[in-house]
């Protein structure tokens, strides 16, 4: 891959790799030890990475979106909601991520995995025996893995006691799930399993398509990285 695409957290359009990782960890640790200041600094991070490429631009309205948004996350945090609105992040990430890949297994539409093969490695990778196939079968395990994901967390967000949904609604929760185990799964559980369940499947790509070259696990890591934004925006053809 040419230098000019390489990813770079100075530049505007990339995110630095401290500030991701000290995400889960603020959340974790605000959901664990009760601390809503933690929780608030978690949402605030988090917002800031969304929109960290119009930040690094200095983008008037991206500050003023952000500030704001920080001050509803402070407005939250004083009426002790901060971490009820922070447990709701996984969630809705696993959903949209499950609809991002769900939807392009549309009769006509190319499926997200090979768009991510044509725009890593070209799109001649996806002509290859088996490749095409392998690429919807693996959409469509992610879209599933994803959904199910989603449901889950929904169901242990509602069961936790105490300060589940079921719980504040005043319903006695039909699988009583210690706080501390839900957080502990929400908040960096389910990040681990999706990171492991990455790795395992690209194990298995290499033994059941070891008929064909493969990119190694960092640079594919590395290419794909680089090339998630172009890809949410539909431009997936490879530099």
Same mark, same amino acid.
């Given at each position: 891959?040419?230098?000019?695409?390489?990813?770079?957290?100075?530049?505007?359009?990339?995110?630095?790799?401290?500030? &991701?990782?000290?995400?889960?960890? &603020?959340?974790?640790?605000?959901?664990?030890?009760?601390?809503?200041?933690?929780?608030?600094?978690?949402?605030?991070?988090?917002?800031?990475?969304?929109?960290?490429?119009?930040?690094?631009?200095?983008?008037?309205?991206?500050?003023?979106?952000?500030?704001?948004?920080?001050?509803?996350?402070?407005?939250?945090?004083?009426?002790?909601?901060?971490?009820?609105?922070?447990?709701?992040?996984?969630?809705?990430?696993?959903? /949209?991520?499950?609809?991002? +890949?769900?939807?392009?297994?549309? =009769?006509?539409? @190319?499926?997200?995995?090979?768009?991510?093969?044509?725009?890593?490695?070209?799109?001649?990778?996806?002509?290859?025996?088996?490749?095409?196939? !392998?690429?919807?079968?693996?959409?469509?395990?992610?879209?599933? &893995?994803?959904?199910?994901?989603?449901?889950?967390?929904?169901?242990?967000?509602?069961? @936790?006691? *105490?300060?589940?949904?079921?719980?504040?609604?005043?319903?006695?929760?039909?699988?009583? =799930?210690? @706080?501390?185990?839900?957080?502990? !799964?929400?908040?960096?559980?389910?990040?681990?399993?999706?990171?492991?369940? +990455?790795?395992?499947? !690209?194990? +298995?790509?290499?033994? $059941?398509?070891?008929? &064909?070259? $493969?990119?190694?696990?960092?640079?594919?890591? $590395? %290419?794909?990285?680089?090339?998630?934004?172009? /890809?949410?925006?539909?431009?997936? %053809?490879? *530099?």
């Amino acid at each position: 891959m040419h230098a000019h695409v390489m990813s770079d957290p100075r530049r505007p359009g990339g995110r630095p790799l401290p500030l &991701l990782l000290a995400y889960p960890l &603020l959340a974790l640790a605000g959901a664990v030890w009760h601390r809503q200041w933690l929780s608030l600094a978690a949402l605030a991070l988090l917002l800031g990475l969304l929109l960290w490429p119009a930040l690094r631009a200095r983008r008037p309205g991206a500050w003023l979106l952000w500030m704001g948004l920080s001050g509803a996350m402070a407005w939250l945090a004083a009426r002790g909601l901060a971490a009820l609105a922070l447990d709701a992040v996984p969630l809705l990430l696993n959903l /949209l991520l499950a609809w991002v +890949f769900g939807r392009t297994l549309h =009769v006509g539409r @190319q499926p997200l995995v090979a768009q991510f093969i044509e725009a890593i490695e070209g799109a001649p990778r996806l002509s290859m025996p088996g490749i095409a196939r !392998y690429a919807r079968q693996l959409t469509a395990f992610w879209a599933v &893995l994803l959904a199910v994901q989603a449901l889950v967390l929904g169901a242990l967000l509602s069961c @936790q006691v *105490p300060g589940g949904l079921l719980a504040r609604l005043g319903v006695a929760s039909p699988w009583p =799930v210690p @706080q501390d185990w839900v957080q502990a !799964y929400v908040h960096l559980g389910a990040y681990l399993l999706l990171a492991a369940v +990455f790795v395992l499947e !690209y194990l +298995f790509r290499r033994w $059941h398509l070891r008929h &064909l070259p $493969h990119l190694g696990l960092y640079a594919l890591m $590395h %290419r794909l990285a680089v090339r998630w934004p172009q /890809l949410i925006r539909g431009r997936n %053809r490879a *530099p």
